[in-house]
């Protein structure tokens, strides 16, 4: 089976306590985190690396957020708050910005690092590229990890599902938002398959 991981927001924003929309407790999973990123490289498995990437005029940036469909600003293009966490830090990776007119497809065959850089909590609304990208890479399967469970993590799969691809989520190496529903049971009813790191990391191993 052709399986790619799909690495969501792991950005310091997100990661680190002095970040500016912390999803508490995130420093928890990095260890597991730094795992996919070493066992991808090892066995040169493809990344796609989603990564908000915001400005003044974003729409879910509020200076008085619900926190539901709006947040305090965070992820800031050209901030050290959008960069990946070094557990996670796509390296050589080609880099595709959302309002960018095209990608190029040989890059993106050619490279095992894709960084997709979106202004919208859901990655296939937030670039246009997304959809482009799964179809060109094809994956029969993907293996989904990051922050934050029951927003960016919670598109990303059901975007997957969506577009036929078998999804995978570790749910140790997740975290979530509080306040917000976890979306588990809606993930299993449209066919997302729940397992531990260890079984992801077999997985992996498995397709060496």
């Keep these: 089976m052709r ?6 927001d792991t950005q310091y924003d997100f990661m680190r306590d002095y970040g500016r929309l912390y999803v508490r407790g995130a420093e928890e999973i990095e260890n597991k985190l730094e795992r996919f990123t070493k066992l991808a490289e090892k066995y040169n498995i493809i990344v796609v690396n989603t990564a908000d990437w915001h400005n003044e005029k974003t729409a879910e940036i509020s200076k008085n957020p619900d926190f539901v469909n709006t947040f305090p600003e965070h992820c800031i293009e050209n901030t050290q708050g959008a960069e990946f966490i070094e557990a996670t830090n796509p390296k050589d990776a080609y880099k595709i910005y959302w309002d960018q007119e095209s990608f190029d497809e040989n890059e993106v065959l050619k490279n095992r690092n894709i960084i997709l850089y979106k202004d919208k909590f859901d990655v296939f609304k937030g670039t246009r590229h997304a959809d482009g990208i799964v179809k060109l890479l094809a994956p029969e399967r993907a293996i989904v ?36 529903p976890l979306p588990y049971d809606k993930w299993i009813n449209k066919g997302a398959v729940l397992i531990t790191t260890n079984e992801a990391y077999g997985m992996l191993e498995e397709i060496k």
Aim: net charge neutral; proline share 5%; glycine share 4%.
């Design 3 to 8: 399986t790619i991981l799909w690495n969501v």
């Design 145 to 180: 990890y990051g922050v934050a469970t029951n927003v960016c993590v919670n598109d990303a799969v059901l975007g997957l599902l969506e577009r036929k691809v078998k999804v995978y989520v570790p749910v140790d190496a997740i975290k979530e938002l509080p306040n917000l």
